[in-house]
C-alpha cells in the first residue's frame, strides 16, 4: 500500500529539490530552444541537465509515495551520491555551456547560463543538507570519504571524455596512465554500486580497511600519472596556432587531462588521510 508523505516536498531538502526540477526544467527548455547541433560540449551539457531533471523528479516520486522504503537499495547512500553527482555535472555544464556558446547578445543563452548556475548552488545546497555530521550514524556515501568517492569517479569520466587513442597509444608511459585512470575508476565505482546495493557484508576483508588499501594504491598509482602523462604529452608538441576554442583543439584536451589527474590526485591524498584516520584512530576508539 502507498502512503502519501507530504513532508518530502515540504522539508528544506524537499524544497531544494522542488527547486532544482524547475530551474534545471527552464535551463535544458532554454538551451534547446535556441540551438540543435551534435557537438559533443552541447550533447553533455542537455544530457547533464535533463538527466538531473528527470532523476530529481524520480526522487521526489518515490519520497513522497514512501516507495523508497521497499527498494533494496540504500536510499540515504543513492540520493547523496546522486546531489554530489549532479553537483559535479551541473558545475561543468556552467562552465562549458557559457565559454562555447553564450555572447554579449544572446539573451536566452544567457538566461541558459544563469539558471544553469542556480541549479548548480541548489545541489551544493543539497549536498551539504544531506551529508552526515561528525558522530552522526549515517551511509558512507553521505560521508567525507563517501563524496570524495563520488568526485575521485566523476572527475575520471571527464578524463576520458578527454582522451583520445591518438594521443597516447605513442608512448608506454601515457598507455600506462590511462591504466591508472581505468583501475582508479573501477574501484572507486565499485565502491559505490556496493554501498548503494548494500553489497558491503560480501567484501572478504574489513571494509574500512579494503578502502584504506585502495586509496593508498590510487595514490601512489596517480602520483606517477601527474609526472608522466604532461611529460610525455607535451614532449615536442607546443600549442597549435589552431586552437581558437576549446572542443576542436586536442592539445586543449591534453591540458585538462593533465589538470584532471592533478585534481584527482589531490582528492585521493584527502580520502587516503580520512580513511587512515577511521582505521587508526576511530575504530580504536
Known amino acids: 500500500m502507498v502512503n502519501l508523505d507530504f513532508k518530502a516536498c515540504t522539508m528544506p ?4 529539490r522542488v527547486l532544482e526540477v524547475v530551474f534545471t526544467c527552464i535551463t535544458f527548455s532554454l538551451a ?11 550533447t553533455w551539457c542537455m544530457f547533464t541537465w535533463c538527466f538531473c531533471f528527470s532523476l530529481t523528479v524520480l526522487i521526489l516520486f518515490f519520497e513522497f509515495t514512501t516507495l523508497n ?3 533494496p537499495v540504500s536510499w540515504e547512500d543513492f540520493t ?7 553537483t559535479l555535472m551541473i558545475l561543468a555544464a556552467s562552465i562549458i555551456y557559457p565559454v562555447n556558446y553564450t555572447c554579449s547578445h544572446c539573451q536566452k543563452q544567457i538566461g541558459t547560463s544563469v539558471c544553469s548556475c542556480l541549479a548548480f548552488l541548489l545541489y551544493a545546497i543539497e549536498v551539504g543538507l544531506t551529508r552526515a555530521r561528525p558522530g552522526e550514524i549515517s551511509g558512507f556515501l553521505s560521508t567525507i570519504p563517501g563524496l570524495l568517492k563520488v568526485l575521485e569517479a566523476f572527475v575520471a569520466c571527464i578524463i576520458f571524455i578527454c582522451l583520445d587513442s591518438n594521443q597516447y597509444t605513442q608512448y608506454p608511459g601515457l598507455q600506462w596512465c590511462v591504466a591508472v585512470y581505468c583501475i ?12 548503494i546495493g548494500r553489497l558491503l557484508a560480501l567484501f572478504p576483508a574489513p571494509f574500512d580497511k579494503v578502502l584504506t588499501f585502495v586509496n593508498v594504491l590510487a595514490v601512489l598509482m596517480y602520483i606517477t600519472a601527474v609526472v608522466i602523462w604532461p611529460l610525455y604529452s607535451f614532449k615536442n608538441n607546443p600549442r597549435p596556432n589552431i586552437c581558437n576554442t576549446f572542443y576542436n583543439c586536442q592539445w586543449n584536451k591534453l591540458v585538462v587531462i593533465s589538470f584532471m589527474t592533478c585534481v584527482n590526485q589531490i582528492a585521493y591524498i584527502v580520502d587516503t588521510v580520512y580513511s587512515m584516520r577511521l582505521v587508526f584512530f576511530v575504530s580504536r576508539t
Open 13 to 16: 531538502v524537499g524544497i531544494v
Open 32 to 42: 534547446a530552444s535556441v540551438r540543435h547541433t551534435t557537438d559533443a560540449f552541447w
Open 69 to 71: 522504503s521497499k527498494l
Open 80 to 86: 547523496c551520491a546522486f546531489a554530489m553527482l549532479a
Open 184 to 195: 582508479c575508476f573501477i574501484f572507486a565505482l565499485l565502491i559505490i554500486l556496493f554501498t
